[in-house]
């Protein structure tokens, strides 16, 4: 168990530089996800954390001490491979222990602490087969099982969720969350799904093109998105976002306001999330409703704001099957639900 | 899953499998029926008549002390060769699969020697050894080796088996190579970070991995050894000193081409074929149990 500290961490490969200084305090048995588009550098990111690319600049600090020098084997952590990695030779007995049988431990106590892992994950009786014989969820297990037997102080996933399907997915995301804050390891978790991120973070950082775009808290981020990207990237369906501007103290779309602000007059892009429109016969936003998804609990109503190209998307809590075939659909929305971001820069006003 | 194509009738399969058979048939079958034939009889030296002596060759062969002492030289040798190309090979390999600039001039330099033709090879390890001209047994001389493959058997056993396992080692360095870069990388992080070291990652988990590889080439190479490095000794030794490296097709050649002992030349390569034949249902048999696919 240990913190992990990241100053202004930096990786080029040559003249390229894809993580762009990356600062962040983690805390003892925190729940870190790292989550992003691919090629975002959140991989890279893990991967220097772990020891398998070098830093080229900045510090990695596990534990308190620098570890950018250190070998993988030194800096006492277990890593989880989006393809497992799971030795094919040896047994799942055998590729649980490997990492104790290189530490030198007795024979008795490898196969003790093998067991146990075993037993929490429920791979009792499938100790002596090979890798090729377990279905995706079981190796998922072993590749865990091999992470936890070492005790180490800080889990590393890589997607470790991504080739399993959609059902076994949300399973295993409890029981890694669940094991997790169990064992009380400080984790890191990489992954591009957004749904991962805003159920098992504790904290979760939004990477964009080798930049933190947002450190926070699930719902920190989901409620007051720090720049655009994180605001569309996180939530789903993704967030509506729209031109506007700013005039007399209100926030215009076209010729229509659709709330009141205190922010500077200009352009902006005005965030909207599609689950916080609410239906209003007098709302200020009219959408011609071209198709409509009912899922059950909520439907989703895709189409255009009435009149314009602009497309939008709402998600309303129960069935709504009459809006479909283009008829027009008035909605209203709380100012407080109105994200507003500078057009530049993409930052929160 | 296992595709197989449905054929409705037989004649185009048998089309089909007619060019590799026949091909089997004219070079592999009929000299093989051949060699078994005539290692049934005694002809005379200029061919024109033969005499059957059943088993008689076999019995001959048998009794016969050089050629019981061929076999223990070809099996010395077939194991030098093979260890002498693959474990150089395997490391060089290791070594090009560290490599990450340059790695294709390294790949390119290391694959010509398997170019250069047995004989060929032969002539080149014959002139650098040669015992009055040569440079290396010069050089040898001034540390104060006396080099002389001529009269010493061993000097002459190292040498052919060298001259051998050279050309042998790229061929090999190629098949490792490309298993080696075929070994998943996370595996190899996965081992890293469980706490394995260089060479202990390399005996627990590379070498495991390469075993399919392995046994190919084991397999390839003993046949190898046994047959294709006849250029090699008939340039270098010719079988000399004292048939110190008289392997069994040497002696084939050397009975059947220039004893004009047809009779026994045809009995020793059926025994040859047998012994071949034996050694790799061996190998499938012991050595495949142990592969990881």
Known sequence: MATVTLKDLRKSFGPDEVIHGIDMEIADGEFIVIVGPSGCGKSTLLRMVAGLETVTGGEVLIGGERANEKEPMDRNIAMVFQNYALYPHMSVAQNMGYGLRIAGLPKAEIAAKVEAAAHLLQLDGLLDRRPKQLSGGQRQRVAMGRAIVREPSVFLFDEPLSNLDAKLRVQMRLEIKELQSKLGVTALYVTHDQVEAMTMADRMIVMNEGRAEQIGTPMEVYET???????????????????????????????????????????????????H????????????????????????LHGRLAGTEIAFTASLQGVHLAGQGGAATRFGVDPVDCHLFDPESGRRL | MEKRVTFRGWMLPLLLIAPQVFISAVFFFYPAGQAVWQSLFIPDPFGLSKQFVGMGNFEFLFSDRHYRASFYTTAIFSILVTLASMIPALFLAVLADRLIKGSGVYRTLLIWPYAVAPAVAGVLWLFMFNTRVGVVSWYLGQLGYDWNHVLNGSEAMGLVVAASAWGRISYNFLFFFAALQAVPRSVIEAAAIDGARFWRRFFTIVLPLLSPTTFFLLVVNVVYSFFETFGVIHTITSGGPQQATTILVYK?????????????????SVVLLLVVGLLTVLQFKFLEKRVHY
């Open chain 1, 225 to 275: 998105p720090r720049s655009l990207f994180a605001a569309q990237f996180i939530g789903s369906p993704a967030m509506n976002v729209l031109d506007a501007t700013i005039r007399d103290g209100r926030v215009m779309l076209g010729e229509v306001a659709v709330a009141e602000t205190g922010k500077r007059p200009g352009p902006v892009k005005l965030g909207l999330r599609p689950e």
């Open chain 1, 277 to 300: 429109v609410v239906p209003a016969a007098d709302g200020p936003l009219a959408m011609d409703v071209l198709l409509a998804e009912p899922l059950g609990a909520n439907t989703l």
């Open chain 2, 252 to 268: 084939v050649y050397s009975d059947g081409f220039v004893g004009q002992d047809l009779g026994s030349s045809a009995a020793q």
